[in-house]
C-alpha cells in the first residue's frame, strides 16, 4: 500500500508540473483534463501524508516507551492510545479511495429530466427536480448549461436537457438515473386527496470523441427537421441529426438544440452509452453473472426514489435508505443521499474484490 501512495503522490505532482507548462496551460482542452486527474488524486495524497505522519508519531512514541523514566513511559502509552485509532480509521478510509474507479467517474454529462405519468403535476415535479439539483451543483461548483426546455403551461418543465461540467460529475450523479416518484396534494387538488406522480432522470457521460472507438464507416447518419416547440427555426433547417450503427442497428438522434453541431455531440454520446450497455449486458450474460448492481443501473423503467411530502420523507429504494429530511433534500442537500449510495457501491467493489 506505502508503494501505491507513493506512486499516486508522484503522479499528482508530475500533474502539478505539467499544468505549469505553458504548452498545456494554453491548450484549454489538456488543461481540464489534467486539471481533473490532479484534482482526483488530491485526496488520496492528503490522506497518505496524514497516515505518514500518525506512523512517524508511532514510532516515536515507541521509542519513548524504552525510556526508563515512568512518567515519559506513561506520556508514550497516552499517545499510543490515541494514535493506534487514528492509524486503523485513516487505514480504512485509504482503502476506499484506493479502490480503482470507473473511467468513466470524472466526465462530465448531459442530465436530462423529463415529465412521467401524472400531467401537470408531473411536469410540476421536474421544475421541483431543476431547483434542487440546480442547487445541488452550484454548491458542487459545477457550471450548467441548459441545452433545451419545454415549459408546460401550468408551471414546470416537460422536459429539460443541461450540460454539466466540472469534477467528478458522472462520478456523483450516474446513481440519478431512474424514475423518481413523488406523493403529495397538488395544488390543483379541491378535496386534499395524496396524487402519485413521476419524472424520470437520465444521466449520460460525455465522452471525447478520441475515447469513442466506433468506426465511422458503420455509421449511417440522417438529419431531419425538427418538430415541435421552438418556432420557425425547427420546421425551416434540418437541425435534427441520428446515427445509426449499421452492424447492430442501434440508433440514436437529438433534437434538443438549434445547433445541429450541437445536436450531433448528443445523439453520438446517447449512441455511444446505447452501444456500451448493450456489450455490458452480453458479457455480464455470457458469464452469468450472480450480482446485479442495484447502482447507477440507469434503467427509466426502474423506481429508484420516492419523495413523500405529507410525512416529509425521502426513500431511496436500492440502498433502503429513509430521510425525513426531504424539506432539505429539496433545496439541494442531497450530499448525503448520493454520499451512501457512493458507501454501498465501494462496499459492492470490495465484495467482489475480495
Same mark, same amino acid.
Given at each position: 500500500?506505502?508503494?501505491?501512495?507513493?506512486?499516486?503522490?508522484?503522479?499528482?505532482?508530475?500533474?502539478?508540473?505539467?499544468?505549469?507548462?505553458?504548452?498545456?496551460?494554453?491548450?484549454?482542452?489538456?488543461?481540464?483534463?489534467?486539471?481533473? !486527474?490532479?484534482?482526483?488524486?488530491?485526496?488520496?495524497?492528503?490522506?497518505?501524508?496524514?497516515?505518514?505522519?500518525?506512523?512517524?508519531?508511532? !514510532?516515536?512514541?515507541?521509542?519513548?516507551?524504552?525510556?526508563?523514566?515512568?512518567?515519559?513511559?506513561?506520556?508514550?502509552?497516552?499517545?499510543?492510545?490515541?494514535?493506534?485509532?487514528?492509524?486503523?480509521?485513516?487505514?480504512?478510509?485509504?482503502?476506499?479511495?484506493?479502490?480503482?474507479?470507473?473511467?468513466?467517474?470524472?466526465?462530465?454529462?448531459?442530465?436530462?429530466?423529463?415529465?412521467?405519468?401524472?400531467?401537470?403535476?408531473?411536469?410540476?415535479?421536474?421544475?421541483?427536480?431543476?431547483?434542487?439539483?440546480?442547487?445541488?451543483?452550484?454548491?458542487?461548483?459545477?457550471?450548467?448549461?441548459?441545452?433545451?426546455?419545454?415549459?408546460?403551461?401550468?408551471?414546470?418543465?416537460?422536459?429539460? $436537457?443541461?450540460?454539466?461540467?466540472?469534477?467528478?460529475?458522472?462520478?456523483?450523479?450516474?446513481?440519478?438515473?431512474?424514475?423518481?416518484?413523488?406523493?403529495?396534494?397538488?395544488?390543483?387538488?379541491?378535496?386534499? *386527496?395524496?396524487?402519485?406522480?413521476?419524472?424520470?432522470?437520465?444521466?449520460?457521460?460525455?465522452? !471525447? !470523441?478520441?475515447?469513442?472507438?466506433?468506426?465511422?464507416?458503420?455509421?449511417?447518419?440522417?438529419?431531419?427537421?425538427?418538430?415541435?416547440?421552438?418556432?420557425?427555426? $425547427?420546421?425551416?433547417?434540418?437541425?435534427?441529426?441520428?446515427?445509426?450503427?449499421?452492424?447492430?442497428?442501434?440508433?440514436?438522434?437529438?433534437?434538443?438544440?438549434?445547433?445541429?453541431?450541437?445536436?450531433?455531440?448528443?445523439?453520438?454520446? *446517447?449512441?455511444?452509452?446505447?452501444?456500451?450497455? $448493450?456489450?455490458?449486458?452480453?458479457?455480464?450474460?455470457?458469464?452469468?453473472?450472480?450480482?446485479?448492481?442495484?447502482?447507477?443501473?440507469?434503467? *427509466?423503467?426502474?423506481?429508484?426514489?420516492?419523495?413523500?411530502?405529507?410525512?416529509?420523507?425521502?426513500?431511496?429504494?436500492?440502498?433502503?435508505?429513509?430521510?425525513?429530511?426531504?424539506?432539505? $433534500?429539496?433545496?439541494?442537500?442531497?450530499?448525503?443521499?448520493?454520499?451512501?449510495?457512493?458507501?454501498?457501491?465501494?462496499?459492492?467493489?470490495?465484495?467482489?474484490?475480495?
Amino acid at each position: 500500500m506505502i508503494d501505491k501512495l507513493q506512486a499516486i503522490k508522484e503522479r499528482y505532482h508530475y500533474l502539478l508540473e505539467r499544468m505549469s507548462d505553458p504548452e498545456v496551460s494554453s491548450n484549454q482542452k489538456e488543461f481540464i483534463k489534467i486539471g481533473k !486527474e490532479y484534482k482526483s488524486l488530491e485526496p488520496v495524497v492528503q490522506k497518505g501524508d496524514e497516515y505518514q505522519n500518525v506512523m512517524a508519531n508511532i !514510532e516515536n512514541a515507541k521509542e519513548m516507551q524504552k525510556d526508563s523514566d515512568p512518567e515519559m513511559k506513561e506520556m508514550a502509552k497516552m499517545e499510543l492510545d490515541e494514535l493506534i485509532p487514528q492509524r486503523d480509521a485513516l487505514l480504512e478510509e485509504i482503502k476506499i479511495l484506493l479502490i480503482p474507479k470507473d473511467p468513466e467517474d470524472s466526465m462530465d454529462v448531459i442530465f436530462e429530466i423529463r415529465s412521467g405519468a401524472g400531467g401537470d403535476e408531473a411536469s410540476i415535479f421536474v421544475g421541483d427536480l431543476f431547483k434542487m439539483y440546480s442547487k445541488y451543483f452550484e454548491n458542487q461548483g459545477w457550471k450548467i448549461e441548459v441545452i433545451d426546455e419545454s415549459e408546460n403551461s401550468v408551471g414546470g418543465y416537460n422536459k429539460i $436537457v443541461l450540460e454539466v461540467n466540472g469534477t467528478d460529475v458522472y462520478g456523483k450523479l450516474k446513481f440519478e438515473s431512474g424514475a423518481h416518484r413523488v406523493q403529495r396534494v397538488p395544488k390543483t387538488e379541491s378535496q386534499g *386527496r395524496v396524487h402519485t406522480s413521476a419524472a424520470t432522470v437520465a444521466v449520460i457521460p460525455q465522452y !471525447e !470523441e478520441e475515447d469513442i472507438d466506433i468506426n465511422k464507416a458503420d455509421l449511417r447518419t440522417d438529419t431531419f427537421r425538427a418538430s415541435g416547440a421552438g418556432g420557425q427555426h $425547427v420546421n425551416k433547417t434540418e437541425s435534427g441529426v441520428r446515427f445509426t450503427h449499421i452492424p447492430t442497428g442501434i440508433s440514436a438522434e437529438s433534437t434538443e438544440s438549434r445547433s445541429q453541431i450541437k445536436n450531433r455531440g448528443i445523439a453520438m454520446q *446517447r449512441l455511444y452509452q446505447k452501444i456500451k450497455e $448493450v456489450t455490458r449486458a452480453k458479457i455480464e450474460q455470457e458469464q452469468k453473472s450472480q450480482r446485479q448492481s442495484l447502482v447507477g443501473s440507469g434503467d *427509466r423503467s426502474d423506481k429508484i426514489r420516492t419523495y413523500n411530502y405529507p410525512q416529509n420523507r425521502l426513500t431511496d429504494h436500492r440502498i433502503n435508505l429513509t430521510l425525513y429530511s426531504l424539506d432539505k $433534500v429539496i433545496q439541494g442537500q442531497i450530499d448525503e443521499i448520493i454520499d451512501a449510495l457512493v458507501v454501498f457501491e465501494n462496499a459492492e467493489k470490495m465484495k467482489v474484490g475480495s
